[in-house]
């Protein structure tokens, strides 16, 4: 007899998203917009048995697949597609927005990897053992060292595995926390996500695995222990999707404030980077069918978050060489160092505020920068006075402050602010600012897993058929996440579990 665990707490998405709205989702997401409408046509290969005729005729849909994947972000596609080509055919991905991706879309400085050959080319000596350890310390030793392991291992063969669908990641780069370049980006150096989502989505279309849009989902079902299924509102008709397994790449709570505050209240009022379909379900389904949820309350925020727009300046500017001053046009801290202590540096700055300043080199080699000065967000000069104008900074302060900064490199000067990582000097001409304070950003607990990416109990119990992939879980991050480290979990961990399921269902 099969039961249906409900979710409790208003994390339903629409309802939710309201509360808190990424202004900008749709923008800069037409190349995967365009491929929504391919994706809910539920492509050949993977007619589902199809039972009842929906709200209505009374009697309730109901679909049978091998494997449930709910969202479509970089967990659930890579899922989908390490399934698929480990033998499992009959799968169906749910989206419960009108437009796949979720904050995968978004994701721009890179993903991290280690010991990978595009390292090797470029003469970058790195190690599984370094990216843990500077994983486990960025986290202050609260992440799990098995799943942080397990992630490291495994990294140089998610980029290979993502090169042999077309998605290149060859261009290295440095985030914060991190002592050498591990953090990998399209070859051109633009933002991660836009290559990243519109590659997984094709390679899912390839394989003619179905993609629901605009379908929700609700509920686990469970029978005795054993999850067997979802409720799904598919455009407004209500439906059971009966499965062997189903896998929760829900991704984070960002957008659902009411959520945020319940772990976080401190929190409250801060704007977020995600979209408006990170409200938290997959917390609440996987916890109402028995899941452990770990680590709640440690919700990252980010340091450089332009706050009318709610747009993420990317890490990548300053591990390209920009700095962070304040009102009176000065550097207050190491830009390098990790968002937590960044952001909570720059609160303590008169205003709360940062202005995130760089130089023409920085603006040609971040991508990004061009979309966020279409955004309007970027202030100007053609020198250092006049940028100190254009932000109503101190000319004279702006001056020393990057002279000061010149010096790290040009002089070999100790950095006061313990700086040592992508330290490159201003060069004369077009300067540029951008105007930051800390925005929510990343939900880093989330469901406990192993490595299998089974969905545990408290007693360390797998749930049986219920897996776990992406933001959704927690372990990994701990207390900080290192930028770079969420797609890496994505992609290994995405890879991982439609691996794990489909050779568990053989
Ligand atoms: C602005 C921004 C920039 C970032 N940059 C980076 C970066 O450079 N490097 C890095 O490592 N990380 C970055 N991150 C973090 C990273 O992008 C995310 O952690 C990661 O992409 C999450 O992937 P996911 O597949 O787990 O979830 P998502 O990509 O968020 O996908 C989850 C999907 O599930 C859908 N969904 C949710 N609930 C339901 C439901 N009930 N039914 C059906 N569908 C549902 C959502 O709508 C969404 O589409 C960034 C995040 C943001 C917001």
Redesign the pocket.
Known sequence: MSTIVKSTLS???MEASRLLT?RSFVAGIGATAALVALGGLGLSGCAPKTQGSGAAGGEEASEDYDLVI?????????AAISAYDAGLTNVVV????A??????????????ASETKFQKEQNIEDSNELFVTETLDGGHNTGDPELVQFMGDNSAAAIDWLDSLGIKLDNITL?GGMSVKR?HRPTDGS???LTLVPGLVAAVQERGIPMKMS????ELVKDGDAVVGVK?DEKGKAKTLNAKAVIL????L?ANQEMVTKYRPDLAGYV???????????YV?AENAGAELIQMDQIQI?PTVEQDTS??V???VRGGGAILVNADGERFFDEMSTRDKVSAAELEQPGGFAWCVFDQQVYDANKAIAKYDDAGIVQKGASVAELAEAIDVDAAALADTIAAYNAITTDGVADEFGRTEGCIAFADGNMYAIKVAPGI???MGGIRINTKNEALDAAGNPIPGLYA????TGGIHGNN?I????????EVF?KNVGEVVAAALA
């Open positions: 994390a339903s998405g990424r709910v969202g479509t972000g970089g967990a659930g596609l890579s749910l989206e419960k927005m437009v796949n991706g979720g904050n995968t879309n978004f994701s721009s400085s890179g993903m991290n985030t953090c933002a991660v996500g379908c929700e989902a609700k799904v790449a829900t991704g984070g960002g977020t980077t995600n979209q408006p379909g990170a409200t938290g379900d997959g389904m980010h747009t993420l990317a890490e990548g950003h990343h939900a992939a992406g933001e959704v996440r930028g770079g480290n969420a797609v890496c979990d994505i995405g």
